[in-house]
C-alpha cells in the first residue's frame, strides 16, 4: 500500500515537474488571453495569435525591484502590481511587435543591501532591463551596480539626484529639486502666502533635497522662510515644538516636503494647537487620505504638487482596471511604474530590440531611444526624456476639497 | 510663555518615557536581563486599543482594559516561552533572545496589520486647559498624562514596599540564591515582575499613541530605546530612577528642540547620556555595588 502512494506521489511530481518546465512565456499568454477575452471578442482570435507571435517574438525579461514587505510595502506593491497591469495590457494587445515581457517582481524591503541582492536575483533569472529600485537611497546602490553591468534601468520613482546619475539609468518621476523649485513658484505664482515655514525630514535625502531646492528658488519668488525645522526618522512622532515655532513666527503658509504619514501627525497636532495655516505638500503627501482612521476633514485645503490623481478623466479608465485586479485604489507610484512600462515598450519599439539580445546590447540601443520617444502617461501627456535619464513634463498641483483631489 | 510650553510639553515626553523606562527597569532589577521586546509590547497595546475601540467600537476604558490584558498575557507568554527556558544561559544569548523576539512583534504585526500608519483616537476625553489668557495651552493628553505616570510611580513603589510579593521581587533582585534559600518562588516573582511590567506597556502605548496618534507596526521600538536610554540615566534598577531618567530625557529632548537644533535633539540627548555615564557610572540613583573576592 505504502509504495502504492509513493508510486503516485512520484507520479505526480514528475508531471507538475514538466508542467514547470513549460517556459514561463505561456503563463504570460495565458494571462494576455483572459485580459483580452474580457474585453471584446475579437481579442480571443488577437491572443490566439500572440500564442503565436510569442513563438517567434519571444520573451523579454524585465525584473522589478521594489519593497514589497516592511514599512515602505506601500511603495513597493503599487509599483509592482502597475507594471503588472501595464504588461498584461501589452501583453494582450500582441506585445512589442509580437515580443512579450515577463516580469519578475523581486523584494527589497527598503534596503540598499537587500536591492542589490535583488538585482542579482533577477541577473541570475536572466533579467534583460530593471524597472526599479522604488525608493532612493535602494536605486542609487542598484544604479551602481546595473552602470557596470551595462543593464538598462528605470526608476519608476526613485527621486533622489544622485538615482540617475549613470547614463543607463532613467526615470518617471520628478527629481527632488524640481519638485522643490517647483513648488516655489506654484506658491509665489499663485500668491499663496509670502510667510513661509518648512518642516522637513533631515535624515531623507527625498525631503533635504526637495527642501534645498524650495530654499534656492524661495528668494526670487518673493517668499520669505521664517522657521526652517527639521525632524529625523527617528524623531517622526512629536512636532509640536516645531509647530509651535511655525506658529509663533506667524507663518501663513507650511510646507511640508515629507510623506504622508508624518504628515498626518503634523495636521492633527497643528489642529490641536488651533494652528490652521496653508499646508502644502509634494508627491510623498500623496495617500494621506487613505490612512486608516485619520480624520481628513483636517486634510481640508491641504495642496499638493502630484503628477497623478485618480479623479482626473486620463486616469479613470486606468484606475477602474486596477481597482478590479488588485482590490484597491492606485496611487502614484502605480501610475509610475504603469508609464516606464510603456515607455520600456515604446523605447524598446523604436529601437528595434529582439527577444534574443544580451542586457548590454540592449541598454545600448535603449539609451538614444529613449530620448526620442514621447508618451501620453498617466502623470503627464508628451512625457520626454533627456539623455540624463530626467522626464520632462509639468507638475500638477492637487487641493483636497471635501475629502477628494480638485485639480487647481 | 512659549518656555513654558515646551518645558510642559517635556515633561509630558519624559512622563511616557518614564513609564516604559519602569517596564526596562523593574525586569533588569529583578531577573537581571534587558528585554529589548518591551517597546514592542507597547505597540502590541496600541494595537489592541486601536482595534478594541476604532475597529469594535468599544468605549475607550473597555478599549484599555482589554489592551492591559492582552499585553500581561503576552508578557507572561514571553517570558514563559522565550526568556525562563535561558535563565541559566549567558546574558549574552538572553539579550539576542529579547531582539529575537523584539522582531517577531514587529513582523508578526506587520503581517496582521500590514505597514500602513494608522491615525490613533485619543483616549483621553478631556479638553485644552487654557492658562494666561489662552497664551498657554495644556492638552487634555498632557495633563493625564504626567498624572498617570505620578500616580502609577506611587502605586509601584507601595506595592513593593508593603506587599509581600513586592517584598519577594526586592529579595530576588537583592540575591537570587539566598532568595530561593527562603522559601521565595524565583520562577513566580519574575512572571509577576513580566505582568507588571506589560500592563504598564499597555497604558504607556495608550498614552504614547494618544498624544503622537500615528499608530505602524514600528511605533515602539524608537521610544523603547530612548525609555531604556532613560532607565539607564537614571540608575537601571531603580524606581524613582526611572521617573526622574524619563523627565530629564524628555525636558533635554524638547528644549533642545527649540532653543539649540531641531536636527541635533537626539544627538545632544545621547551625548548627555555619555556625560552622566562617565561621571556615574551606574546612572543618576543607580546603587553602586561593590563586588566581594
Given at each position: 500500500?505504502?509504495?502504492?502512494?509513493?508510486?503516485?506521489?512520484?507520479?505526480a511530481?514528475?508531471?507538475?515537474?514538466?508542467?514547470?518546465?513549460?517556459?514561463g512565456?505561456?503563463?504570460?499568454?495565458?494571462?494576455?488571453?483572459?485580459?483580452?477575452?474580457?474585453?471584446?471578442?475579437t481579442?480571443?482570435a488577437?491572443?490566439d495569435?500572440?500564442?503565436?507571435?510569442?513563438?517567434?517574438?519571444?520573451?523579454?525579461?524585465?525584473?522589478?525591484?521594489?519593497?514589497?514587505?516592511?514599512?515602505?510595502?506601500?511603495?513597493g506593491?503599487?509599483?509592482?502590481?502597475?507594471?503588472?497591469?501595464?504588461?498584461?495590457?501589452?501583453?494582450?494587445?500582441?506585445?512589442?511587435?509580437?515580443?512579450?515581457i515577463?516580469?519578475?517582481?523581486?523584494?527589497?524591503?527598503?534596503?540598499?543591501?537587500?536591492?542589490?541582492?535583488?538585482?542579482?536575483?533577477?541577473?541570475?533569472?536572466?533579467?534583460q532591463m530593471?524597472?526599479?529600485?522604488v525608493?532612493?537611497?535602494?536605486?542609487?546602490?542598484?544604479?551602481?551596480?546595473?552602470?557596470?553591468?551595462?543593464?538598462?534601468?528605470i526608476?519608476?520613482?526613485g527621486?533622489?539626484v544622485?538615482?540617475?546619475?549613470p547614463?543607463?539609468v532613467?526615470?518617471?518621476c520628478?527629481?527632488?529639486?524640481?519638485?522643490?523649485?517647483?513648488?516655489?513658484?506654484?506658491?509665489g505664482?499663485?500668491?499663496?502666502a509670502?510667510?513661509?515655514?518648512?518642516?522637513?525630514?533631515?535624515?531623507?535625502?527625498?525631503?533635504?533635497?526637495?527642501?534645498?531646492?524650495?530654499v534656492?528658488?524661495?528668494?526670487?519668488?518673493?517668499?520669505e522662510?521664517?522657521?526652517?525645522?527639521?525632524f529625523?526618522a527617528?524623531?517622526?512622532?512629536?512636532?509640536?515644538?516645531?509647530?509651535?515655532?511655525?506658529?509663533?513666527?506667524?507663518?501663513?503658509?507650511?510646507f511640508?516636503?515629507?510623506?504622508?504619514?508624518?504628515a498626518?501627525?503634523?495636521?492633527?497636532?497643528?489642529?490641536?494647537k488651533e494652528?490652521?495655516?496653508?499646508?502644502?505638500?509634494?508627491?510623498g503627501?500623496?495617500?494621506?487620505?487613505?490612512?486608516?482612521?485619520?480624520?481628513?476633514?483636517l486634510?481640508?485645503?491641504l495642496?499638493l504638487?502630484?503628477?497623478f490623481?485618480t479623479?482626473?478623466?486620463?486616469?479613470?479608465a486606468?484606475?477602474?482596471?486596477y481597482?478590479?485586479?488588485?482590490?484597491?485604489?492606485?496611487?502614484?507610484?502605480?501610475?509610475?511604474?504603469?508609464?516606464?512600462v510603456?515607455a520600456?515598450?515604446?523605447a524598446?519599439?523604436?529601437?528595434?530590440?529582439?527577444?534574443?539580445?544580451?542586457?548590454s546590447?540592449?541598454?545600448?540601443?535603449?539609451?538614444p531611444?529613449?530620448?526620442?520617444?514621447?508618451?501620453?502617461?498617466?502623470?503627464?501627456?508628451?512625457?520626454?526624456?533627456?539623455?540624463?535619464g530626467?522626464?520632462?513634463?509639468?507638475?500638477?498641483?492637487?487641493?483636497?476639497?471635501?475629502?477628494?483631489?480638485e485639480?487647481? | 510663555?512659549?518656555?513654558?510650553?515646551?518645558?510642559?510639553?517635556g515633561?509630558?515626553?519624559?512622563?511616557?518615557?518614564?513609564?516604559?523606562?519602569?517596564?526596562?527597569?523593574?525586569?533588569?532589577?529583578?531577573?537581571?536581563?534587558?528585554n529589548?521586546?518591551?517597546?514592542?509590547?507597547?505597540?502590541?497595546?496600541?494595537?489592541?486599543?486601536f482595534t478594541?475601540?476604532?475597529?469594535?467600537?468599544?468605549?475607550?476604558?473597555?478599549?484599555?482594559?482589554?489592551?492591559v490584558?492582552?499585553?500581561?498575557?503576552?508578557?507572561?507568554?514571553?517570558?514563559?516561552?522565550?526568556?525562563?527556558?535561558?535563565?541559566?544561559?549567558?546574558?549574552?544569548?538572553?539579550?539576542?533572545?529579547?531582539i529575537?523576539?523584539?522582531?517577531?512583534l514587529?513582523n508578526v504585526?506587520?503581517?496582521?496589520?500590514?505597514?500602513?500608519?494608522?491615525?490613533?483616537?485619543?483616549?483621553?476625553?478631556?479638553?485644552?486647559?487654557?492658562?494666561?489668557?489662552?497664551a498657554?495651552?495644556?492638552s487634555?493628553?498632557?495633563i493625564?498624562?504626567i498624572?498617570?505616570?505620578?500616580?502609577?510611580?506611587?502605586?509601584?513603589?507601595?506595592?513593593?514596599?508593603?506587599?509581600?510579593?513586592?517584598?519577594?521581587?526586592?529579595?530576588?533582585?537583592?540575591?537570587r540564591?539566598?532568595?530561593?534559600?527562603m522559601?521565595?518562588?524565583?520562577?513566580?516573582?519574575?512572571?509577576?515582575?513580566?505582568?507588571?511590567?506589560?500592563?504598564?506597556?499597555a497604558?504607556?502605548?495608550?498614552l504614547?499613541?494618544?498624544?503622537?496618534?500615528?499608530?505602524?507596526?514600528?511605533?515602539?521600538?524608537m521610544?523603547?530605546?530612548?525609555?531604556?536610554?532613560?532607565a539607564?540615566?537614571?540608575?537601571?534598577g531603580s524606581?524613582?530612577?526611572?521617573?526622574?531618567?524619563?523627565?530629564?530625557?524628555?525636558?533635554?529632548?524638547?528644549?533642545s528642540?527649540?532653543?539649540?537644533?531641531?536636527q541635533?535633539?537626539?544627538?545632544?540627548v545621547?551625548s548627555?547620556?555619555?556625560?552622566?555615564?562617565?561621571?556615574?557610572?551606574?546612572?543618576?540613583?543607580?546603587?553602586?555595588?561593590?563586588?566581594?573576592?
Open positions: 500500500m505504502k509504495k502504492l502512494i509513493s508510486l503516485g506521489l512520484a507520479v511530481m514528475a508531471a507538475s515537474l514538466t508542467a514547470c518546465g513549460g517556459n512565456a505561456k503563463e504570460t499568454t495565458a494571462a494576455g488571453n483572459t485580459t483580452a477575452a474580457a474585453t471584446d471578442t481579442a480571443a488577437a491572443g495569435t500572440t500564442a503565436a507571435a510569442s513563438a517567434e517574438g519571444g520573451v523579454l525579461k524585465v525584473g522589478v525591484i521594489g519593497p514589497l514587505t516592511g514599512a515602505a510595502a506601500v511603495y506593491t503599487a509599483v509592482a502590481n502597475g507594471a503588472d497591469l501595464a504588461v498584461k495590457e501589452i501583453n494582450a494587445a500582441g506585445g512589442i511587435d509580437g515580443m512579450m515577463e516580469l519578475n517582481a523581486q523584494d527589497d524591503e527598503h534596503d540598499p543591501q537587500k536591492s542589490v541582492n535583488a538585482y542579482n536575483t533577477l541577473k541570475d533569472w536572466g533579467a530593471i524597472v526599479g529600485s525608493t532612493s537611497d535602494p536605486c542609487i546602490a542598484v544604479s551602481a551596480e546595473t552602470e557596470v553591468d551595462n543593464m538598462f534601468q526608476t519608476p520613482s527621486s533622489a544622485e538615482c540617475v546619475a547614463d543607463n532613467f526615470r518617471v520628478f527629481a527632488d529639486p524640481d519638485q522643490g523649485t517647483a513648488s516655489a513658484k506654484y506658491i505664482e499663485n500668491k499663496l509670502t510667510k513661509i515655514a518648512i518642516i522637513y525630514d533631515s535624515s531623507t535625502s527625498y525631503s533635504s533635497g526637495i527642501r534645498e531646492a524650495f534656492a528658488e524661495a528668494g526670487s519668488q518673493g517668499l522662510i521664517v522657521a526652517d525645522e527639521a529625523t527617528d524623531t517622526n512622532t512629536d512636532f509640536s515644538v516645531q509647530l509651535d515655532k511655525a506658529k509663533e513666527a506667524g507663518a501663513e503658509l507650511v511640508l516636503p515629507i510623506y504622508y504619514q508624518e498626518s501627525v503634523i495636521l492633527k497636532q497643528a489642529s490641536d494652528f490652521a495655516p496653508v499646508f502644502f505638500g509634494c508627491d503627501m500623496d495617500g494621506i487620505l487613505a490612512v486608516e482612521n485619520f480624520d481628513t476633514s486634510a481640508e485645503g495642496m504638487l502630484t503628477p490623481s479623479t482626473e478623466d486620463s486616469s479613470k486606468f484606475t477602474e482596471a481597482v478590479a485586479a488588485y482590490g484597491i485604489d492606485p496611487n502614484q507610484f502605480a501610475a509610475d511604474s504603469y508609464d516606464a510603456y520600456i515598450a515604446a524598446a519599439k523604436q529601437a528595434g530590440i529582439t527577444a534574443d539580445m544580451n542586457a546590447d540592449i541598454c545600448d540601443a535603449m539609451k531611444a529613449m530620448t526620442e520617444i514621447s508618451i501620453d502617461g498617466l502623470t503627464g501627456s508628451g512625457m520626454t526624456w533627456n539623455a540624463q530626467e522626464p520632462d513634463k509639468e507638475p500638477k498641483a492637487v487641493k483636497i476639497v471635501n475629502g477628494v483631489y485639480m487647481q | 510663555m512659549s518656555f513654558l510650553s515646551y518645558l510642559i510639553n515633561v509630558s515626553l519624559g512622563s511616557i518615557y518614564a513609564i516604559i523606562a519602569l517596564g526596562y527597569t523593574m525586569v533588569y532589577g529583578i531577573a537581571r536581563m534587558l529589548f521586546a518591551h517597546g514592542d509590547v507597547i505597540m502590541v497595546g496600541a494595537f489592541a486599543i478594541a475601540v476604532s475597529t469594535l467600537g468599544l468605549p475607550s476604558l473597555a478599549g484599555i482594559l482589554i489592551a490584558l492582552v499585553c500581561t498575557v503576552l508578557g507572561l507568554a514571553i517570558e514563559t516561552v522565550a526568556y525562563r527556558p535561558l535563565r541559566g544561559a549567558s546574558s549574552l544569548a538572553v539579550l539576542i533572545t529579547a529575537g523576539v523584539s522582531y517577531l514587529q504585526a506587520l503581517l496582521i496589520f500590514g505597514s500602513n500608519a494608522r491615525q490613533f483616537t485619543s483616549v483621553v476625553h478631556i479638553p485644552n486647559v487654557k492658562l494666561a489668557g489662552g498657554l495651552s495644556i487634555g493628553e498632557t493625564v498624562t498624572a498617570s505616570c505620578l500616580l502609577i510611580m506611587i502605586a509601584l513603589t507601595t506595592f513593593i514596599n508593603r506587599t509581600k510579593i513586592g517584598q519577594a521581587m526586592l529579595a530576588v533582585s537583592e540575591d540564591g539566598a532568595a530561593t534559600l522559601g521565595i518562588n524565583v520562577n513566580k516573582t519574575i512572571a509577576v515582575t513580566f505582568a507588571i511590567g506589560s500592563a504598564l506597556a497604558i504607556a502605548g495608550a504614547l499613541c494618544s498624544t503622537y496618534p500615528s499608530l505602524t507596526p514600528y511605533t515602539g521600538s521610544p523603547g530605546i530612548k525609555a531604556f536610554t532613560a539607564v540615566f537614571g540608575g537601571i524606581i524613582p530612577g526611572a521617573l526622574l531618567g524619563g523627565i530629564i530625557l524628555g525636558v533635554v529632548e524638547n528644549l528642540k527649540a532653543y539649540i537644533s531641531s541635533l535633539s537626539d544627538a545632544i545621547f548627555l547620556l555619555i556625560l552622566i555615564l562617565l561621571v556615574r557610572p551606574t546612572g543618576i540613583l543607580g546603587k553602586k555595588i561593590h563586588e566581594k573576592v
